[in-house]
């Protein structure tokens, strides 16, 4: 079945450690990536997207993400998490056939000082 | 600054008796979602307007229904809720189908 699987459902790291979350799609043809965030209580905000380009692409807070179109993946990095980072992390991707963002079930990430 | 909006943040209602979410855009988008969150779950697409025309997902309950008054408005009837609708509901807006997506603070739902 088409699907979008994030491997690491619950992350914990300490401040300063490096973050790399995986993400990859099943579905075929033309795609567009997204990265969302959800902090505690907070709605959920986009982190960054692919929609064509360079495939290393830089959002918000220091994070980036590659895509890789023979893996079909589209992993999140950030070299050095914060407390603040604290939160659920969420990819998503439209295929051009559905025009629909399917999200895959989120990872929890959880940094301690 | 553009946004989406939800009204109310918070809503509880009793089993069975009817109940409609809010939600307005400031961003001219064309497109309008609404979405159901359960607890630690990814959100789930319920329905969404293009323009005016409605699309509705395939395993969405008739009990779930919406109107798009006009471009800036989007409402959510849920018309007899049961236990298992608590949840939060989100509404998202997008220029088009393909193009990213802004999602409202949400309304969390508790049926009684």
């Known amino acids: 079945a088409q699907s979008v699987s994030q491997h690491n459902h619950h992350v914990i790291l300490s401040e300063a450690a490096s973050l790399e979350l995986g993400c990859n799609y099943s579905?075929?043809?033309?795609?567009?990536l997204f990265w969302y965030v959800q902090y505690p209580g907070q709605h959920l905000q986009l982190l960054l997207k692919?929609?064509?380009?360079?495939?290393l692409v830089k959002g918000i807070k220091g994070f980036e993400a590659e895509f890789i179109k023979s893996k079909f993946s589209f992993n999140l990095r950030k070299p050095s998490v914060q407390w603040s980072d604290t939160a659920e992390y969420f990819c998503a991707v439209i295929p051009y056939n559905t025009d629909k963002l399917i999200f895959g079930t989120g990872t929890r990430l959880q940094v301690f000082p | 600054d553009a946004m989406v909006i939800q009204n109310p943040r918070y809503q509880v209602t009793q089993f069975g008796k009817p109940v409609t979410l809010s939600c307005s855009q400031t961003l001219n988008h064309n497109v309008m979602y609404w979405y159901q969150q359960k607890s630690s779950q990814a959100p789930k697409l319920l329905f969404h307007?293009?323009?005016?025309?409605?699309?509705n997902e395939a395993d969405t309950p008739d009990n779930f229904q919406s109107r798009r008054p006009n471009t800036s408005f989007c409402f959510l009837d849920i018309r007899s809720p049961g236990l298992g609708d608590a949840a939060m509901y989100l509404c998202?807006?997008?220029?088009?189908?393909?193009?990213?997506?802004?999602f409202g603070p949400g309304t969390r739902l508790t049926v009684l």
């Open positions: 692919y929609f064509s380009g360079d495939p």
């Open positions: 579905y075929g043809g033309t795609v567009n």
């Open positions: 307007y293009y323009d005016k025309d409605f699309n």
């Open positions: 998202a807006t997008s220029r088009e189908n393909t193009d990213t997506q802004y």
